[in-house]
Nanobody, 115 residues
Framework: QVQLVESGGSLVEAGGSLRLSCAAS????????MGWYRQAPGKQRELVAT???????NYADSVKGRFTISGDNSKTVVYLQMSSLKPEDTATYYC?????????WGKGTLVTVSS
């Protein structure tokens, strides 16, 4: 059973930075992609950033130039470096991985950006 453990969520002032981490365990096959979604109160979950097994990245327009997604050499840990944070970045951030076409989700970590 694939499990994801996220960490790094916190309260931060606008303009500040945070780094989220997500570690996957229980994977058997190579991970096809990892990434982050977020969901703000009263809003739909939205894709933030993705990194594929080949290192290709994709970002939501709202975070381009401010957020950077990366993975470690084991390809089972993904990071989200967030800079120049804005109050509208406040949300619960969910890590996900895709293994053999199946998507697994973490429980989420809360990021709160104060103005």
């Amino acid at each position: 059973q694939v499990q994801l453990v996220e960490s790094g969520g916190s309260l931060v002032e606008a303009g500040g930075s945070l780094r989220l981490s997500c570690a996957a365990s229980g994977t058997i096959f190579p991970i096809n992609a990892m990434g982050w979604y977020r969901q703000a109160p009263g809003k739909q979950r939205e894709l933030v950033a993705t990194i594929t097994q080949y290192g290709r990245t994709n970002y939501a327009d709202s975070v381009k130039g401010r957020f950077t997604i990366s993975g470690d050499n084991s390809k089972t840990v993904v990071y989200l470096q967030m800079s120049s944070l804005k109050p509208e970045d406040t949300a619960t951030y969910y890590c996900y991985v895709v293994e053999r076409g199946i998507t697994y989700w973490g429980k989420g970590t809360l990021v709160t950006v104060s103005s």
